[in-house]
């Protein structure tokens, strides 16, 4: 992993602003200019969550101090390969990016792109008279990629020899090349569309220059884990927050609502110091029914329990701990944290609690059962959605560091959703809000926030937007409609 401190994050902050741009894309027009400096590289996405993409992109490279530039996206449009310009040095700082990406499966240097692969080509011809495409030294192959349609193998001989045209004097080597040239097909949402196109409608050209990070969800899977619960996070997803909340080396990360530490792990992986707390005795000390199938006992093993599961990963020096805390009654009392990266329960499969506050006679009596030698127990109580997400937020404002980032997921219903019904903090700002999707009726939000402005110090409760979020009462009265 690269060493990022947390003493980068105000600076990672300010060159995003500074640096964040658009550039218009054309198939017709794809001469379009790149600045000095700058080289264009297409990203071959993932499609588990539109709109993502570039949310974690621009993310990580406010966290490397990368200055980059995205093409124009219609909100409307699916996007599934990226045209982004990058410093041109050498590749450094573009693979420096998209080695942290869960959501792109590689990128290439762009030559050429258009609406046909006649356009196509005669891009990567112009793009051939400024650059040697492929050193004559080395050894190239033809790789052919397509989105929505099979690419059958007369297709991409086809390609291959179209291509070939192309002025490269390398030699063609099968199995071990040098140089892999991919041609980019795509043909479109295949379900958007009424009948399969029999041309694509974009084509672009390139040499591979790195893949993203995706092999980290192997690494993570659920089913190889020690310890996994109900409500474990995907691990794709995950590492999604971790990339948002800009887990890295010198940081320190925490999970309010920890469970299994599921989110936890890939902040690890990415280099961060991670702790978390919960209300759930038997979670946290690896107690209490197991949740996996088909097996003998029902009682979780010796090694189902959080600290066993970062051995397992050989994350252990990054795990600092977990409480068991109500995260309505934080303990912390001064700004640790560089990132918040939580999934709070929403109350649909399980609910929130938190302790239920006691009187003076309560107090005493439990007391008094304690010094008896009597076994006491804290009760508690349901803790509203809407409750949750705002003291969440004011937790954020006063316990990250300046810069530190708040990311968590927010149930909403599909059909009534607006951006008005967002929690807000007058110390937060939000930086993204990307949607999934879960059933017709419901959906999440993944909000990612940065820490902008200070509390005032005598101010309990800084006037937030407090919007209703009790989602599932709300699902439930539409279902009985």
Not at 223 to 242: C, F, Q, V, Y
Not at 306 to 331: C, N, W
Not at 392 to 410: I, M, P, Q, T
């Amino acid at each position: 992993m690269e060493e990022t401190g947390a003493a980068a994050a105000p600076a990672a902050a300010a060159a995003h602003q500074r640096h964040a741009g658009r550039f218009p894309v054309a198939a017709d027009k794809p001469e379009h200019h790149v600045p000095d400096g700058f080289r264009r590289y297409a990203l071959a996405l993932c499609e588990k969550m539109p709109g993502a993409a570039v949310a974690e992109l621009e993310a990580v490279a406010a966290l490397y101090n990368v200055p980059l530039r995205c093409q124009e996206l219609d909100a409307q449009a699916e996007i599934h390969y990226l045209l982004v310009d990058a410093p041109d040095d050498g590749h450094a700082s573009i693979t420096r990016i998209v080695s942290r990406l869960v959501c792109v499966h590689f990128c290439v240097e762009l030559w050429g792109f258009g609406a046909s692969k006649e356009a196509c080509l005669q891009a990567a011809k112009m793009y051939s008279a400024e650059k040697v495409l492929v050193p004559a030294e080395t050894t190239h192959k033809f790789f052919v990629n397509s989105y929505g349609r099979k690419c059958p193998p007369e297709r991409k001989l086809e390609l291959a020899v179209y291509f070939s045209e192309l002025p490269i004097k390398s030699k063609v080597e099968l199995q071990d090349p040098q140089v892999k040239i991919y041609v980019l097909e795509d043909y479109g949402h295949a379900q958007a569309q009424a009948v399969s196109p029999r041309e694509p409608l974009l084509v672009y050209l390139g040499q591979h220059v790195c893949a993203g990070a995706r092999h980290h969800i192997n690494a993570l899977n659920l089913k190889e884990r020690r310890m996994i619960g109900n409500t474990s996070m995907d691990p794709e997803l995950a590492l999604l927050m971790a990339n948002l909340g800009w887990a890295a080396p010198g940081r320190l990360v925490y999970d309010l609502f920890v469970g299994t530490a599921s989110i936890l792990y890939p902040c690890a992986q990415f280099g961060a110091y991670v702790m978390g707390s919960d209300l759930d005795y038997q979670t946290l000390h690896g107690t209490g029914k197991t949740p996996r199938a088909k097996v003998q006992s029902k009682a979780r093993g010796p090694e189902e329990n959080i600290h066993a599961t970062f051995e397992q990963y050989g994350l252990s020096k990054r795990f600092l701990g977990v409480l068991l805390m109500d995260s309505s009654k934080p303990v912390w009392h001064q700004q640790l944290f560089d990132a918040i990266i939580t999934d709070p329960p929403y109350g649909i499969r399980e609910g929130a609690k938190k302790i239920t506050t006691r009187t003076p006679e309560q107090k005493a009596a439990s007391l008094k059962r304690a010094e008896e030698g009597q076994t006491t127990f804290m009760s508690s109580e349901q803790y509203g959605l809407t409750d949750v997400y705002f003291d969440l937020l004011e937790f954020a404002a006063r316990r990250l560091v300046l810069n530190g980032k708040l990311v968590y997921w927010l149930p909403v219903i599909r059909e009534s959703y607006k951006d008005s019904v967002l929690p807000s903090h007058p110390c937060m700002r939000l930086e993204s809000n990307i949607e999934q999707t879960l059933t017709r009726k419901l959906s999440r939000r993944l909000i990612t926030m940065i820490k902008v402005l200070e509390p005032a110090v005598d101010q309990i409760n800084p006037v937030a937007h407090k919007p209703d979020l009790d989602v599932r009462t709300q699902l439930f009265e539409k279902q009985k409609q």
